[in-house]
């Protein structure tokens, strides 16, 4: 019986070989999502269950056979498909569990949110993209129904803790403008122009800080440098952003240690204005990344809350956080300005 079994086995696996069919063992991911004690498990979180575990598993499943994403069969929106799928061209990864336990936000609007899914960056064999192996979690959405309404990196842990339990606002709308923070920072990643240009309000202020050198008074002097500062209307930025875009194959942009100390990760790392409660301040710190470019700063983001809509950006400006920074010099530590990294620096 034994050898007749072994037989069957070399055959089948002689013709798999000949046709050229795979047998590619699928690995399937199990999702459990938790909520707070008293809240209801809804068909939509059970759905949701599903469609997260259906992604990963197709997403472990692509990675380790070296090909694209089958996204078609995901259920999910074209904003969360297109996030997914340029996220993918630009970073492929996996799920780091087989088994994935995690935490489900419940909104009074029916919809979901997962953060801290694990996930590992693995470049493809030859490419000589950033992040081989680097740890990185994932955000995902969903609409009442369970479907999957947008994924996206997420901020460090660290970092949304001190957005949440900082106790600055009401929690939901604390996530609200992380998860735009977030997208924020998704769209430098995979260079989605279109989706910064529409988190910008049309009348946005753009102040951008740049580490010049002057000139030397004599030979024995050693060299000065200091930060000039432009200002950008909308147009400008993007049109430069585009040229940036263009120039560098990669772009990793972390934030981390939000607080109104953010190089000591202080607290109150969104702020609302007393003046005009719609309008919110985030500072935090940033990392910028790229095949030809790197530097390290100070961003300040002053959103709006609209009456309809997601949350608009009106002000961004960012600092640089070393000055005359070189292989051979540690350079100068500057402190955040608050002139352009608070509300009070813009009457609010």
């Not at 380790?64 to 799928?85: I, P, T, V």
């Not at 990643?189 to 800080?209: C, P, V, W, Y």
């Not at 960012?318 to 955040?336: A, C």
Request: charged share 25%.
């Amino acid at each position: 019986m034994n050898k007749m079994k072994d037989m069957t086995q070399k055959v089948v696996l002689l013709l798999c070989f000949l046709l050229g069919c795979s047998l590619t063992v699928r690995a399937d991911v199990e999702v459990t999502l938790t909520i707070d004690e008293g809240q209801e498990r809804t068909t939509g979180l059970m759905n949701a269950e599903r469609n997260l575990a259906e992604v990963l598993t197709e997403i472990n499943n692509a990675q380790r056979q070296n090909r694209d994403l089958n996204n078609g069969m995901f259920r999910m929106d074209d904003f969360a498909r297109k996030s997914l799928s340029r996220l993918w061209a630009t970073t492929p990864f996996y799920c780091d569990d087989d088994v994935v336990v995690e935490r489900c936000w419940m909104f009074a609007n029916g919809t979901m949110m997962v953060s801290h899914i694990p996930l590992i960056i693995k470049p493809r064999p030859g490419d000589d993209s950033f992040g081989d192996n680097t740890y990185q979690e994932a955000v995902v959405e969903f609409d009442r129904n369970g479907r999957i309404i947008d994924f996206r990196f997420s901020l460090s842990a660290q970092t949304g803790l001190s957005m949440t339990d900082c106790g600055v606002l009401e929690v939901e709308k604390a996530h609200i403008i992380q998860a735009q923070v977030e997208r924020f920072r998704t769209a430098y990643n995979t260079k989605d122009l279109a989706t910064i240009e529409q988190m910008f309000s049309d009348d946005a202020l753009i102040i951008t800080g740049t580490v010049v050198a002057t000139r030397r008074l004599s030979d024995s002097q050693s060299q000065q440098f200091k930060v000039v500062y432009n200002r950008q209307n909308k147009q400008q930025y993007l049109d430069n952003l585009r040229k940036c875009f263009a120039r560098n194959r990669w772009i990793d942009v972390k934030f981390s240690e939000i607080g109104s100390h953010g190089e000591q990760g202080g607290c109150a790392g969104i702020t609302r204005s007393t003046i005009d409660p719609t309008r919110y301040g985030v500072r935090l710190r940033q990392s910028w990344k790229s095949s030809n470019y790197e530097d390290e700063g100070y961003l300040f983001l002053l959103f709006e809350f609209p009456k309809d809509g997601d949350p608009i950006i009106h002000v961004r400006t960012w600092q640089p956080e070393w000055v005359g920074r070189t292989k051979d010099n540690k350079g100068t530590h500057q402190q955040p300005d608050d002139d352009i990294s608070t509300l009070g620096g813009f009457g609010l």
